[in-house]
Nanobody, 122 residues
Framework: QVQLVESGGGLVQPGGSLRLSCAAS????????MGWYRQAPGKQRELVAS???????NYADSVKGRFTISRDNAKNTVYLQMNTPKPDDTAVYYC????????????????WGQGSQVTVSS
């Protein structure tokens, strides 16, 4: 029943900006850490950024200073603001969340978005 729906992907020019959004829907009791991963053709999926329920963030070294992860807990949504993207940022971006659907759940289950293509090109 729980779904993570992404939006905001597309083509962006170097030096431009793009914002990805990922909204969790369905019965949700609580969401712990949310994050963004990406995978380029022929490469392994890598963590781009993560954010805890309390707002603590972590970034891959390659995106520090350029990307910003944030969340709106009232909307169960996580964002990735991509400033000054580079061609190497081209990849399919997936949002991720660990959540509980009920107070009875003893742990968090992992969910993934459908993936969004981000292409950085002039």
């Amino acid at each position: 029943q729980v779904q993570l729906v992404e939006s905001g992907g597309g083509l962006v020019q170097p030096g431009g900006s793009l914002r990805l959004s990922c909204a969790a829907s369905g019965r949700i009791y609580s969401i712990n850490t949310m994050g963004w991963y990406r995978q380029a053709p022929g490469k392994q999926r890598e963590l781009v950024a993560s954010i805890t329920a309390g707002g603590s963030t972590n970034y891959a070294d390659s995106v520090k200073g350029r990307f910003t992860i944030s969340r709106d807990n009232a909307k169960n949504t996580v964002y990735l603001q991509m400033n000054t993207p580079k061609p190497d940022d081209t990849a399919v971006y997936y949002c991720n969340a660990y959540l509980r659907v009920s107070i009875l759940d003893r742990t968090f289950s992992e969910y993934w978005g459908q993936g969004s293509q981000v292409t950085v090109s002039s």
